[in-house]
């Protein structure tokens, strides 16, 4: 497959106005098959009925690049890029590698109360799945996550924290981490469930991602990535 500017557009560093609509709304398309995913196989009518969850695909530096139309978006903008953002300062890109799950609900990090919590894996495509393209990041409401009932007074009391925890390494479950959460929610069926969907969702994100860059070539989807954040920043301007 070739993987040149000119095969999607004219001169060299730009993408054809068609091609670049086609990724841009393929990328919303790939969200929200994840969104409807979701709710079809999460345990937790927080997920299902009340649509507490969003699903959104960063940018390789952690920039918001696309986010479901169901769903709640607001925690997309507002979380998913913050979780990713942090990760990379704790891993740097180094060290995430294909395969590794990070979990995230820190209200330091996020600015929201601890039950959201920030799911997302890294994106490679190219020869040998060599260059990171984003990641996909979904943000689900967790149904329980242990503390006071009510009243809580400090952060503390709201329940368990992760701040920016790989809960799988190059595609095997850290074992520990599961062991950690179960043991600390008073729901493990309901919460156990719902990770098992939001993983479901990030791990076919990816490969539905990684399929659509290689589908038009690194060097264009990665340009048209560029383009549509500029266009972004001009319509919101």
Known sequence: MQDAAATAGGQAGTVDPITL???RHG?????????ANIKRTAFSPYIYEYNDFAVGLVGPDGQLVAQCTGGMPPFVADSVGMAVRDGLEIYDKARLHHGDVVVCNHAAVQGQHLNNTVMYTPIF??????TLIGFFAINVHWIEIGGNFHNSSDIFMEGLQLR?????KKGEPVEEVYR??????????????????????CLLGRNLTTA?????????FTRAVEMILDQSEAAAR
């Open 164 to 168: 920016s925890i790989k809960m799988w």
């Open 21 to 23: 609509e086609v990724i």
């Open 125 to 130: 495509a190219g020869e040998g799945k060599a």
């Open 180 to 201: 950690i959460i179960e043991s600390n929610t008073r729901m493990p069926l309901e919460l156990m469930g719902d990770i098992a969907a939001q993983l479901a969702g």
């Open 212 to 220: 659509l860059a290689e589908r038009y070539g690194i060097a264009t």
């Open 27 to 35: 990328l919303v398309s790939i969200t929200n098959q994840i969104d």
